[in-house]
């Protein structure tokens, strides 16, 4: 059974981040290991939380890991709160790849072209040499914009030419693999581009477009892609999977009478997960 290791926040009720991801992982049929890099007491889109970041904690853990001879055939990383944050991880990822490992950045930082919510205004410019590190990186539109240092439009002003040069521009930072959320195909139609640079494949996924903001879609998102491309997928198949799953995941949200703002109902599709492996 292969092994991920996903770096990011613990928010307690939320339905993102870790506790998005291990379900996601687990069903997808990968151990999944973690190492929370901060506690909080909901994700950042509510009216108050608190945080408590546990960078300090990195250090050590990655020690007894080592002593214990653990390794992992991918390291997966997702929201990261702080500038410690992302150099401990920098420095997790140096300790820990290796020409097995397949390193998964998840840049997640903004969405709907602003920022999230607390974090520092100048968050990219640690983000960037981050995401250097990937094998693979997967932004969405606003965190695609950040990083090339573009200004953000409606996802639907974007033409195809500009989004194929956006996955290229991003490739030449260093990843092998891109992959853009939240595009527009029209006004029926959105899904995810991705690029593989070392087979020059381009290729997009489609599903129907739903009206709203939906959190936490990014973070399933990236967990169908990383579970995807250890079960040996190839990107466009892992990314046509991810984007079918969380439309899946909208579908059951918009059906539920009880439908939380917070979160999709990510819950009631895992058994789906099956069929992608
Ligand atoms: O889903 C992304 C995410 C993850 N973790 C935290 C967040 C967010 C988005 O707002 O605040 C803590």
Known sequence: MKRVVTLQDISCVGKCSLTAAIPVLSCLGVETAVIPTALLSTHTAFDSFVSVDLSEEIDSISEQLLKNNISFDAIYTGYLGSYEQVNEISGFIDSFRNKDCIVVIDPAMADDGELYAGLPEDFVEYMRPFTSKADVIIPN?????????MGYKEPVLFSEEE?????????????EGVVITGIHFGEKEMGAVSYDKKQDILSDARSIRHHGRFLGTGDIFSSVVTGCLLDGQQLSEATEHAVHFVNRCIEETEKAPDKRWYGVNFESCLGELTGYI
């Open 141 to 149: 539109l606003t965190e695609a914009c950040l990083l090339l240092g």
């Open 163 to 175: 989004i194929q040069q956006m996955l290229y521009r991003l490739a030449d930072m260093g990843p």
